[in-house]
């Protein structure tokens, strides 16, 4: 039994989302509507309290790409990835390893630069040159799921899964995507799903909290 340490609205989701996927039992830990007392627990699990955190017998694991990867190998049978012979394995693993080393990052990146204030290059030097990275990985993204329905090719995967973090990350930071038809469409059809509305009952029994933050950040910061 996978045990998922969750905090709600958080990377954790993911996890849950994979795992109603493939219609696999786990047991998920949070405390409802208590973001430090869920962090709490985790940091029992591990020392970088991070979530997701997930447990499997005396296996502790952190990091949701290798968590993902770890649950599809061990005990999916492979679903949800795309096996390296396919044409779209290319387009799978690009984007399952993007959207957390690049898209997350370059998005978190602009949100600290928008926090140095008007005049970011005398904090770091690099802030003018980083400024705009954010855009050109959403730029790239919206033409990979305008040439092909799902990011990790014809088929729904976890690339997907893990793309949607992202997107909706950019999303509450108020990026405009009226400039990405396809990425809205494919956003659209991807929380459609049962299993993300599955994922969402058990994971978000309150309903959304982040959703509801002032960010600081407007769709011209971008
Ligand atoms: N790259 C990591 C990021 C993990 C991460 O930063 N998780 C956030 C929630 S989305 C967290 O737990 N933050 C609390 C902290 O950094 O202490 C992953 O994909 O698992």
């Known amino acids: 039994m996978i045990t998922i340490y969750h905090v709600e609205e958080r990377r954790s989701e993911r996890v849950v989302w994979l795992m109603e996927e493939l219609g696999l039992p786990y047991e998920l830990v949070f405390v409802n509507g208590d973001l430090l007392g ?7 699990q591990h020392p970088l309290g991070y979530a997701p955190t997930v447990r499997d017998g ?3 694991l952190v990091e949701s790409g290798a968590i993902l990867e770890y649950i599809m190998a061990r005990y999916g049978g492979g679903r949800l990835s795309v096996p390296p ?4 394995y290319p387009h799978y693993v ?3 390893h993007l959207a957390e080393g690049s898209v997350a990052f ?14 970011p290059d005398k904090k770091s030097p690099m802030a003018s040159h980083l400024r705009g990275g954010a855009r050109k990985i959403m730029d790239l993204a919206e ?3 305008a040439s092909r329905p799902y990011f990790g090719g014809q088929a729904f995967t976890a690339a997907d899964i893990m793309m949607h973090f992202c997107v909706r990350m950019a999303r509450l930071w108020k990026m405009d995507f009226s400039a990405y038809p396809a990425m809205t469409a494919w956003y659209e059809k991807v929380t459609q799903r049962p299993a993300f509305k599955r994922m969402c009952e058990v994971s978000l029994p309150n309903g959304t909290t982040t959703g509801l933050i002032d960010w600081g950040m407007e769709a011209s910061d971008w």
């Open 94 to 96: 690009q984007w399952f």
């Open 143 to 145: 033409s990979a799921v």
């Open 106 to 119: 370059r998005l978190i990146v602009e949100f600290i630069i928008h926090g140095f204030g008007p005049n």
């Open 85 to 88: 012979e396919s044409a779209d």
């Open 38 to 44: 869920s962090l709490k627990k985790i940091t029992e």
């Open 58 to 60: 005396d296996i502790v």
